[in-house]
T-cell receptor
Framework: QKEVEQDPGPLSVPEGAIVSLNCTYS??????FMWYRQYSRKGPELLMY????GNKEDGRFTAQVDKSSKYISLFIRDSQPSDSATYLC????????????FGRGTQLTVWP | GAVVSQHPSRVICKSGTSVKIECRSL??????MFWYRQFPKQSLMLMAT?????????EQGVEKDKFLINHASLTLSTLTVTSAHPEDSSFYIC???????????FGPGTRLTVL
């Protein structure tokens, strides 16, 4: 079983839709949960960063972590064409090494 | 803040030559830098982790002698792909972290094409 599972999509939605992106993981040692956005031919940029179970909101983005189910989600409200990108979930065990474990990424297209 | 740059953004080279990629943290001191490789429609694969002034820690399966990493200062790390071959063609991305290693800031990536 892979440590991180993420549906690669592609996912295509109309502008204004609510988008739900998900990852599951198997490593109980993961303590930090992140979502990165990556535009084509660019490096990833950090979108959301959470430590505990529950919800964290930042503008149109909400990150949700369920440690008991080993499941994390990213919700995008009122999606915009500029949100079209690949979204990667990432996990950190919290060790000093700082190694991140990435999902494959979900390719999202928001059409006007 | 927290800007990471990479140079060059794109490089094309002949098989057998060596290529050096620079990664710089522009507005912070990076205690740790990471090098990733990403193939089309695939996730980022960590190649190595480097701390300033010490040898890099390579992931299993990554050849140390082929991918030379130098982290000479708190703002600069370099990756040299030695004797490059077409199968080394990929998107190479660096990231840097300061203090708390849980947050990594990524560079824009370098597209390497080996002919």
């Amino acid at each position: 079983q892979k440590e991180v599972e993420q549906d690669p999509g592609p996912l295509s939605v109309p502008e204004g839709a609510i988008v739900s992106l998900n990852c599951t993981y198997s490593n109980s040692a993961f303590q930090y949960f992140m979502w990165y956005r990556q535009y084509s031919r660019k490096g990833p940029e950090l979108l959301m960063y959470t430590y505990s179970s529950g919800n964290k909101e930042d503008g149109r983005f909400t990150a949700q972590v369920d440690k008991s189910s080993k499941y994390i989600s990213l919700f995008i409200r009122d999606s915009q064409p500029s949100d079209s990108a690949t979204y990667l979930c990432a996990f950190d065990r919290g060790s000093t090494l700082g190694r991140l474990y990435f999902g494959r990424g979900t390719q999202l297209t928001v059409w006007p | 803040g927290a800007v990471v740059s990479q140079h060059p953004s794109r490089v094309i080279c002949k098989s057998g030559t060596s290529v050096k990629i620079e990664c710089r943290s522009l507005d912070f001191q990076a205690t740790t830098m990471f090098w990733y490789r990403q193939f089309p429609k695939q996730s980022l694969m960590l190649m190595a982790t480097s701390n300033e002034g010490s040898k890099a820690t390579y992931e299993q399966g990554v050849e140390k002698d082929k991918f030379l990493i130098n982290h000479a200062s708190l703002t600069l790390s370099t990756l040299t792909v030695t004797s490059a071959h077409p199968e080394d063609s990929s998107f190479y991305i660096c990231s840097a972290s300061e203090g708390t290693a849980h947050t990594q800031y990524f560079g824009p990536g370098t597209r390497l094409t080996v002919l």
